[in-house]
């Protein structure tokens, strides 16, 4: 089984408790995802609750979009902008908000963009990363999506793709891997998914590559966590949700790494 954290909503009866769900009580989940919180919270805080739901990926939110459920203000957009989006929406009061980080099901199995190192895919990795802009944007290099993993491992020096690699995916073998990186992308541009796992392979140590955790984990996190700018997010995110909270509101944060536990 793959060693990442999938997005499904397994402590969802804690969740709901942690929140305090109440009746006609208002409720911001920050990761919507497939909405999985969203439609729990919206089964208990009718009938004149009402959930703001913010989703960065456009085709999940596009997804949920579709199914109209009611009482939810579904916006497409980072949870950074957390404060600009509740007094744009006009979203008050709010007893309680939810961040679920991690990465979801989905973004491993349909997304396609490479967070997952057993299927063979383009090294996205971008959370919001629009599929039908992606060819213009390759050309034109007129937004921030022109920035992926792709670019990473073969433009950063070996220097940087390191200190990512011990950053924010606590790689014990960093100073091996980007080296390899580096060596690999003389030849030939790394591109895929499998490529890349071929290249942490080599460069890691045979006991390493049979552990219970899948060699190429913490570099797969890495890149991901860089790429879309995870922790400094939530750095700033966090005050904004403390400041835009009602008196006694609850803010629930679920993690999976200690990387986002020390924030």
Not at 176 to 198: G, N, Y
């Amino acid at each position: 089984m793959e060693q990442e954290r999938v997005h499904k909503p397994v402590l969802l009866k804690e969740v709901i408790e942690w929140l305090n769900v109440r009746k006609n009580k208002n409720y911001v989940d920050c990761t919507v995802g497939e909405g999985g919180h969203t439609r729990e919270i919206l089964k208990r805080n009718g009938p004149k609750g009402k959930v703001l739901g913010i989703e960065i990926d456009p085709e999940l939110y596009k997804k949920l979009k579709k199914e109209k459920l009611e009482r939810l203000i579904l916006v497409n957009d980072s949870f950074r902008n957390l404060k600009k989006i509740v007094e744009r929406e006009n979203f008050r009061p709010i007893s309680g908000i939810l961040f679920d980080l991690g990465l979801s099901s989905w973004h491993l199995e349909k997304s396609g963009r490479g967070f997952s190192f057993l299927k063979n895919e383009p090294l996205i990795m971008r959370y919001d990363w629009d599929q039908a802009k992606a060819p213009l944007l390759r050309s034109t290099g007129v937004s921030s999506q022109e920035f992926w993993a792709e670019k990473i491992v073969n433009e950063w020096s070996e220097k940087e793709i390191e200190r990512i690699l011990r950053e924010y995916g606590e790689e014990r073998f960093a100073k091996r891997i980007s080296r390899e990186i580096v060596k690999a992308r003389k030849r030939r541009p790394i591109k895929t998914t499998f490529q890349l796992v071929e290249v942490i392979k080599k460069a890691v140590p045979s006991f390493y590559q049979h552990k219970k955790i899948h060699f190429a984990t913490k570099t797969f996190q890495a890149l991901r966590i860089a790429v879309n700018n995870e922790l400094e997010n939530l750095k700033i995110t966090l005050p904004q949700a403390i400041e835009v909270l009602e008196k006694g509101g609850r803010l629930v944060v679920i993690s999976f790494h200690s990387l986002e536990d020390r924030i």
